[in-house]
């Protein structure tokens, strides 16, 4: 252990963090971390960025650790600062994504008595973390700390929240870290089991028409390289999840887009023909699967997940392997044999000729999905995005056939409006030479736009890209099939985006015109600093495919013809 003369508790707190190699916090301060806020002067190598609400100090952090793979930071003080962080932890913990909160409180003697700004934010927070703890004593600050992060980035990986008093952070103590961390009862499985693993290279060998459907744990365990030589290697299509979109390279001939509620048609059906199915890192969410008990009703399933409590939840599974996809992968692949499924991937380019689920139909109207693959061809290969949620963010994952890994940020099992802005910024600042675009629905962009400001601030290069149909489309879409075409509370007044980012102190364009797509995409590109641009899209245009919810992939509405798009849109 390291040690050194007694330091104030907010002191340790900053040594802990040097110690688990943080260099970035976001955050916002009052009044009970202000002791925090005091010691920062004193670790320049430890760089703080303001946001302007807590709530983002969660969501850039959380896309800063999707983006870097490490844990991120964020900072909050008690009462009102701690409760704003708990969009961004709830999004975090459905994600499976590592960030480690630290909360001011007020004073130990105040506990319970309704001080100001007191709220019980561990008890407030118990069901969407993985752990969290109220820390009483300075001595326990170091090792708190250590098993914050230890809990937050094993096994499955999730948010943690450590919750420190304002008097505790300016006790006194010595300095000590632990060399390791051991947590009784918490010990994640992280090979798989070497029988389990054979069991799934023979049925893999059996299989006609095998399918991977390689989720988010994928894209945290950094098991791209070993996905593709499986895929490879047994000549096996492969789909992604919305959350394992990047986890595959989208030119690769076995890829195949993404599959279930917006999925691409040719993917639903594939899921619903396949005799195995390869589930990677994924958890059967609803948005995939439809109606569970119409799932893959002729496919044997291998389940590989690192969270022993997803398997067998959803959906039946003939081989279950717990484990680390990574480790997982690099076991069985030994095993594999190579194979060819020509009869199978003649199926695949047949369903895609006939289903042309993304095709764009002509027109002289701006339409959103037209934008977003615009965006996507004129950006550089090594660009990042970052999302919203609605339709827009739809459109971003179904055009998302690109090659960089682990480059599509987005908010999955929450579906959290108004993670795009943030979810941007903490994507910039984990990769500050790359381009990031931020595709936003003008509903949600209204929730964080206040944090435009740290563009200027801090000097970010990041490029804005409204969706602005004047409507919360995905809701409108909804109410148009569901509902009668009630479109009840959806029409919203917008304020002019141009000039609030001109307020922010940012470059801003809109666009009214489709001629105009192309050159304001390049003009946002080569400007060195942050653009908003504001593109006046169709205002009612739908998501297609989509699959109804609580029904089978097989009642996927696939795209009407081409020629019928056309001839509706004039």
């Not at 252990?1 to 900053?14: C, F, L, V, Y």
């Not at 061809?377 to 960089?404: C, E, I, K, L």
Request: hydrophobic share 40%; charged share 20%.
């Amino acid at each position: 252990m390291a040690t050194q003369g007694k330091i104030k508790g907010a002191e340790i707190i900053m040594e802990s963090l040097r110690k688990e190699g943080v260099d970035l916090i976001f955050g916002y301060p009052g009044g009970a971390n202000l002791p925090m806020y005091d010691a920062l002067h004193k670790y320049p190598d430890i760089r703080h960025i303001l946001v302007r609400h807590e709530q983002a100090a969660a969501h850039a952090a959380d896309a800063y650790a999707r983006v870097t793979g490490k844990a991120g930071v964020c900072w909050a003080t008690s009462g009102p600062g701690a409760t704003n962080l708990v969009t961004g932890i709830a999004n975090a913990w459905m994600d499976s994504v590592p960030l480690v909160c630290i909360t001011g409180q007020v004073v130990s003697w105040l506990l319970g008595r309704d001080g100001f700004q007191e709220a019980d934010i561990t008890g407030i927070t118990i069901p969407i973390v993985k752990q969290n703890w109220l820390v009483l004593n300075v001595e326990d600050i170091a090792p708190t700390i250590a098993e914050a992060f230890h809990v937050a980035t094993t096994g499955r990986p999730g948010p943690v929240l450590v919750d420190i008093p304002r008097d505790v952070q300016q006790q006194l103590c010595e300095f000590e870290y632990p060399d390791k961390v051991d947590i009784p009862g918490y010990q994640p499985t992280v090979q798989g089991h070497p029988q389990q693993i054979k069991k799934a290279a023979a049925l893999i060998a059996e299989a006609e028409r095998p399918l991977i459907l390689a989720g988010h744990g994928v894209v945290i365990a950094r098991a791209a390289e070993e996905l593709q030589e499986l895929a490879e290697k047994a000549d096996i299509p492969v789909i992604t999840t919305l959350l394992g979109l990047g986890g595959f390279p989208g030119s690769h001939e076995l890829y195949q887009g993404m599959p279930g509620m917006h999925g691409m048609y040719w993917n639903n059906i594939a899921i619903q023909e396949a005799d195995v199915l390869i589930a990677i890192g994924m958890r059967f969410d609803d948005r995939v699967t439809g109606s569970l008990k119409d799932f893959a009703p002729k496919a044997k399933i291998i389940h590989i997940e690192v969270d022993p409590a997803e398997v067998g939840k959803n959906v039946p599974t003939a081989i279950p392997i717990v484990g680390d996809v990574k480790a997982v992968l690099q076991q069985l692949l030994p095993h594999v044999e190579r194979a060819r499924h020509d009869d199978w991937r003649n199926w695949f380019r047949e369903m895609r000729r006939d289903h042309p689920s993304i095709a764009i139909p002509e027109t002289e109207k701006i339409l959103p999905q037209y934008v977003i693959k615009s965006i996507y061809d004129r950006s550089p290969g090594d660009a990042y995005y970052a999302t919203g949620v609605g339709q827009h963010q739809m459109w971003a994952a179904q055009y998302f056939w690109g090659d960089n890994p682990y480059s599509f940020v987005t908010s999955g099992g929450l579906g959290t409006m108004g993670f795009e802005v943030p979810a941007a910024i903490g994507v910039q600042f984990a990769r500050p030479q790359s381009t990031v675009w931020s595709f936003c629905g003008d509903g949600g962009f209204q929730m964080t736009m206040e944090e435009l400001a740290l563009c200027r601030e801090y000097e970010l290069p990041i490029k804005f890209a409204i969706i602005n149909n004047h409507f919360l489309g995905m809701v409108r879409q909804w109410q148009d099939t569901f509902y009668d075409h009630n479109l009840s509370q959806v029409k919203m007044f917008q304020p002019d985006f141009v000039k609030l980012a001109e307020a922010m102190g940012i470059e801003a364009i809109r666009v009214t015109d489709k001629a105009m797509v192309p050159t304001a995409i390049d003009a946002a590109l080569q400007h060195p600093g942050a653009v908003l641009i504001d593109f006046h899209v169709e205002h009612v245009e739908d998501c297609y495919p989509m699959m109804p919810p609580g029904v089978s992939l097989s009642d996927t509405i696939d795209q009407p013809p081409v020629a019928q798009l056309q001839e509706a849109l004039r």
